[in-house]
């Protein structure tokens, strides 16, 4: 699911209207210009891509460390497991945000739509597929949480130095 919403925001929403939706963030140009921050800046996409691109080094780090000495450091594995607990909610809440942004274009231009009537007699909405696409996380976003809570468990053990202790030990 994670993967999928990643293709789907990079492919179906920020790539194809980068023009659009990357130079506008909820903050105007003119509260940004206040602000004094350049008009190219969008904290939607840079959060976007920040939780990303950290999320991807804290996992491929952790297995290159498992790989190079069979069990990682502490610190990695700690890593591995705590980090999502920022990273994923600031991920989905910036990718909801590029779509938010991006549903008045996708709209506007009936972007990859096929309207009725038609030789194959077939209706197709990429809009409403995006609102039901962002409608599947609501209750996506805590199942998936709650299973990456529960490796945390598993793994790092109940929070106590117990727990620590269990997760050194493996």
């Known amino acids: 699911m994670q993967v999928a919403s990643r293709i789907w925001c990079l492919w179906g929403i920020v790539l194809p209207l980068a023009?659009?939706?990357?130079?506008?963030?909820?903050?105007?140009?003119?509260?940004?210009?206040?602000l004094g921050l350049p008009s190219w800046l969008n904290i939607n996409?840079?959060?976007l891509m920040t939780a990303w691109?950290?999320?991807?080094?804290?996992?491929?780090?952790?297995?290159?460390?498992?790989?190079?000495?069979?069990?990682?450091?502490?610190f990695?594995?700690?890593?591995?497991?705590?980090?999502?607990?920022?990273?994923?909610p600031v991920g989905v809440a910036s990718e909801l945000t590029m779509a938010w942004l991006a549903l008045p274009h996708i709209k506007k231009r009936n972007m990859w739509s096929v309207d009725m009537p038609?030789?194959?007699?077939?209706?197709f909405s990429y809009y409403y597929l995006c609102?039901?696409?962002?409608?599947?996380?609501?209750?996506?976003?805590?199942?998936?949480?709650?299973?990456?809570?529960?490796?945390?468990?598993?793994?790092?053990?109940?929070?106590?130095?117990?727990?620590?202790?269990?997760?050194?030990a493996n």
């Not at 945390?152 to 929070?159: D, N």
């Open 118 to 123: 038609n030789k194959w007699n077939f209706g």
């Open 131 to 168: 609102i039901l696409i962002m409608l599947t996380y609501i209750p996506g976003l805590p199942q998936l949480y709650g299973y990456m809570l529960t490796q945390r468990r598993k793994v790092l053990g109940g929070g106590g130095s117990t727990g620590a202790r269990k997760a050194k």
């Open 19 to 34: 023009k659009q939706i990357i130079p506008y963030g909820l903050l105007s140009h003119s509260l940004q210009a206040q």
């Open 45 to 47: 996409f840079i959060s």
């Open 53 to 74: 691109g950290c999320s991807e080094v804290i996992r491929y780090g952790f297995f290159a460390l498992k790989e190079a000495f069979g069990t990682p450091p502490y």
């Open 76 to 88: 990695a594995t700690w890593l591995r497991y705590s980090g999502f607990m920022l990273l994923y």
